[in-house]
């Protein structure tokens, strides 16, 4: 290439000027949440500064025992703290240009740099297998073809020229230029990608949500409730005893189990997952396929895999006229310069050695290479470049339509005779057809979004199953407003020529219609979309950046992972939609109970210390064996929904039962303050067991066998020396355990009747 006078580069006094200014490539993006930020997020709520206040308090006055409720507070901290800072570590090291040195030219010479120490009009040196660190213009070519795939999906090598302009991230795979620097550091096209990327979100989820929202209403209950228990316990006994009812008032309205139980299942699911090479970087995403309707998938990588198989050999009607062309093939697929398609004849057509006189390299602005041997110009390469046959062009167009890559193989005589046409596939995932059937089983949409050309992708469709009209839809047709968007999107499932951002905005558009868009992709070019989804899935052989922002990397590159995912994000939805009966049963007779004990100044009828130990076999430990079980019921909206109705009506119930037995212990002198609360402990368990054994329908051998377990704990409990002195209890007689187990047998029933009507109808 020859270089002209006046391009010698940068000069060094020119180089220090643009670096004093910031016009260098240094690739700083602004820092992600800081570890400070996330601690403040995870410790300043105003659960933990109710049930962190109150065991200090407990604390500090030396009721040790009955702090035990600040061991789930801080285990649920620390598990959200970790993830969280998982998850700025990943993306911290978020970026898509590696660290390779540039070559440059200043001064007239050529030499080599950091990339961070480029500036702005700096002269870049491009040969293949170089990945452009900046956004440059083109100034002198030879053959440049790029592969810009990272960036857009395009999976075939485009020819540039002069006045080009070229996006950082982009890769060389032919020839050479000399480019220009137009845009460094932030200003590229990949770090505007990459800093859009890095923004912290949480993960879609539906319990997330739910809790979240349950969190908000009990939040602004708590405020009045607190004010009215601390007030009623203060008339009802000595200051310290005041508190220790207070404090146990308040903590058993505050379902902190629930969030740290669902933190737990979701740990056991991305544990699960490991172990079929699925890296879940966020855990609530594991719920998320259980939710998703519409998959969003990239074709080249995820249906596909890197390779090209080779299809058909079509001989023409000339090719028995020249019985050497599988030898010449054979050369062609052989050479040096063979390109991913041409490679892919290799396996089919072996060497023979011939001596080739001399060599026309394939280039994407020629589109196709030629040889010669033996006297003879053998041409292979795009059919519609090499012949003006229309039989054998209408033969390729149809072969085109089919998402098949065509060449042609001819040999010049006289005139360019056409011998052989040749088709090639992408390497279709064997596993595709199957996952996607399966989704279509599922009722879970599919939409192809793929930078290539529209029957490309139309074709590579078909063939894994896809089930819709037409060839391919070219989405530079699409409308950029989401409403006429979101309209083309129901009418189409099949989309080439997509940008990034387009995919981006069609995760947008769906979303904005109610949908639950799950992504799976593998390049820089779907971050953005993965980024926007509900749910993002990256293939392991990916980029980096797709990897840093979904929520699940595929490490194996399998998409049959697929089902197996949407089982597990069943399995908790499902566990976790049945344990939250458990917690919120209990915040809704532990409300009722504190606005009741307050207002008629009554004693608070347990102990904390009480309270934990039958939270622990009712909720606590159940819900822990629980979330382990598998379940496959199929995901149905309105979890919250369905818990209330069952919750309200069981915990009124559990609340009533508590105050008719407050009352005829406060009728009579046969029962002490200790006596009360152990009547009151054991009335609450029975309630709770029925209410644990209620949502444990249809029931099996191992449901059963943790129920009762459970119950044998909690005879432990209240029989054993150590745990009725250690929790307060005492032994009741007859005549008081009378009432408490006819009471607690009349609360089962109801409880029973709530649990049936509650019970989801089956579709």
Known sequence: MQISPELTGLTPQEVESRMKQGLSNSQEFGKSRSIFTILRA????????????????????????DALFGIAVITNVLIGVIQEYRSKRMLDRLTILSKSPVQVRRSGTSQLIAIEDLVLDDLIELKSGDQLPADVVVLQTNGLELDESPLTG?????????SDELYSGSIVTAGSALAKVIKVGADTYSSKLVSEARAFSKVSSEIRRALEKVIVWISWALGPVILIVVYGQLQASPWEDAVVGSVASVISMVPQGLVLIVSIAFAIAATRLAKAKVLLQELAAVEGLARVDIVCIDKTGTLTGSGMLLDQVIELENSSKHPDWRSIVGEFAHLSSANTTTKALQESFPTKGLVIQSEVEFTSTTKFSSIDVNGATWLLGAPEVITKDKDVLTKVSELASLGLRTLLLAVEESETIPLVILTFKEEIRSEARSTLAYLRAEGVQVRVLSGDHPE???????AVGLDFDGTGFDARELPTNLDDLAKALELHSVFGRVTPDQKKLIVKALQQRGHVVAMIGDGVNDALALKQSDLGIAMGS?????RAVANLVLLDNRFASLPEIVGEGRRVIANVERLSRLFLTKTTWAMILAIVFGLTFWEFPFLPRQLSAVD???????????????NSQRYQPGFLKRALLFCIPAGVVTAVAVIVLSLITRSSSAWSVADAQTGTAILLSITGLWVLSSLDRPTSRLKVAILLAMVLLMISLFY???????????YLTTEQLVPVLVIGAIGALAIELISFLARPKKR
């Not at 990916?542 to 797709?546: L, M, R, W």
């Not at 909720?619 to 822990?624: E, L, S, T, V």
Request: proline share 6%.
């Open 616 to 630: 622990g076999f009712t909720i606590g430990i159940p819900a822990f064996l629980l979330a382990f079980l598998p």
């Open 154 to 162: 395009e999976a075939e090598p485009v020819a540039k020229s002069v």
């Open 456 to 462: 490309t992708v139309a074709g590579i469709a078909h």
């Open 542 to 546: 990916g980029s980096a950046a797709t």
């Open 42 to 65: 995870n410790l300043l709520t105003l659960f933990n500064a109710v049930v962190g206040g109150s065991f200090l308090v407990l604390l500090a006055l030396g009721y040790w025992k």
């Open 720 to 730: 054993l020396p150590f745990t009725t002195e250690f929790f307060g209890f005492t």
